[in-house]
């Protein structure tokens, strides 16, 4: 007769986490999906915490260590950043220790655990329908020979440029600036007199600059593929000589000369206008209208220009775009750029764009779905440019910062979905305030310059 010791089953049997009830790959195939489980919760639980209010700070820092610097860095924040980041990477093997010390390591309990997560993976990763209204194709669209009135553009570019952009940066220009602006009547002409030799003498060492200028000036219009970065410099340059030789060539009563002289970088400035495809060239474009505009003003109160010359000054004021679709697109160009260049990027690519190498990038990459959804990230972010958009239209730039900082604070704020989208979004913010209320203030210059010539051709027999 057997006892009943005999007929009670071991404890190995009854524990399937025993480990004898598994073979070797079975109990590798359990380390791996509890690992992966481990890293999972730590996932989750680091996005639940980190979009609770008193930790957005910290996850606004992690942009600051990715290589990405928010513009007021808080040194205290990135030590809790980093802080946050070491945590992340002790949390699974805390929790493993956690589940072997706990004898939870059986099937029953992996299982049970992906079947908490998967869904909540599944919430995450989600995104929505792009409904962007802000497209690129429509605020700059393509046009046929684009390519080589670009190709004439980018000989000043900052990424290949040509020999005479490279000789350009050691001219020893011998009036740097311009300390007074033809709006400024009597201390401008007091500059021009003093200065005179040493502004004709800048005028001629740009030769090789002007030369270009007229030959980009030359297109009909002006095609902007974005794909280099502008040099600010030469449009500066050109802009503020030819403002101080169109004042000199007025103070001679060489009118219709001055107005030549202003013409190019004006038509030039109308025709990029357009095209541009980031809001440097757009504001690039209208700066150098903007002192070409009081240059031409400020030659027409102090000597005669012919009625030919007083009408291609004014077609060339009519060039371009303004008023409010101006002001629109002001706004929106750096958003359509970053929609449809960003929208289909992961988030490592994102935050590393220069060198898309790395084991952290590539770890970044792979939780990228669950916590950036580019989709819902744009639309968010384009309904709060459809808003800044009206408020350029209505010359209310004062109230453009007030209500995008009101969207980070609110809105744009990490969140346990999505989290990064705020981030990303940060990345595609500029500074609006001022540049719309640049736009307005040429904008009312070109105007009432155009109403001036008008009115002066009005009156001619």
Known sequence: MSSPSDSTPSASALDPSASGARSLPGRIVAALALSLLACVLTLIIALWLLSLPPL?????????????????????????????????????????????????????????????????????AADEPSRRTIKLEELA????????????????????????????????????????????????????????????????????????????????????????????KVWRYLAQRAATQAGLLALDGRGDDAIATLLPILEAGRKLEPSSRTLVRLTNARAVQHLTIRAAAFTLARTPV???????????????????????????????????????????????????????????????PFVYNPQSTFNTYGDLIGELQDLAARRESGKINLRATAFWAHEGRPSFKNFAGRAVSLLTSPALSQAVESYWKTEDQRTALLAQLARSSASTP
């Open 56 to 124: 957005h700070g910290v996850a606004g820092a992690f942009g600051d260590l990715a290589g990405r610097p928010s513009p007021d860095p808080d040194n205290g924040l990135q030590w809790a950043a980093r802080v946050v980041i070491v945590a992340l990477f002790l949390s699974p093997p805390t929790l493993l220790f956690l589940a072997w010390r706990l004898r939870l390591r059986s099937w029953w309990w992996i299982g049970g655990g992906w079947l908490a997560v998967i869904p909540v993976l599944v919430y995450l």
């Open 141 to 232: 669209p393509a046009f046929p020979g684009a390519e080589k009135s670009y190709a004439v553009l980018m000989r000043y570019s900052k990424l290949h440029p040509a020999p005479e952009a490279v000789a350009l940066d050691k001219f020893d220009l011998k009036v740097l600036g311009l300390p007074v602006t033809p709006d400024q009547p009597a201390e401008f002409t007091a500059f021009l007199t003093a200065r005179r030799a040493d502004l004709a003498a800048d005028w001629a060492t740009l030769a090789p600059q002007r030369r270009w200028l007229d030959e980009l000036n030359a297109f009909d219009r002006i095609g902007d593929l974005g794909t280099d970065i502008i040099r600010v």
């Open 306 to 368: 012919s009625p030919p010359l007083r009408a291609r000054l004014a077609a060339a004021l009519t060039l371009g775009v303004g008023g409010e679709v101006g002001a629109r697109r002001l706004v929106a160009i750096d958003y359509a750029v970053a929609a449809g260049g960003l929208e289909d990027s992961t988030l490592g690519d994102i935050v590393h764009w220069e060198r898309q190498s790395g084991p952290i990038y590539h770890l970044i990459n792979v939780v990228s």
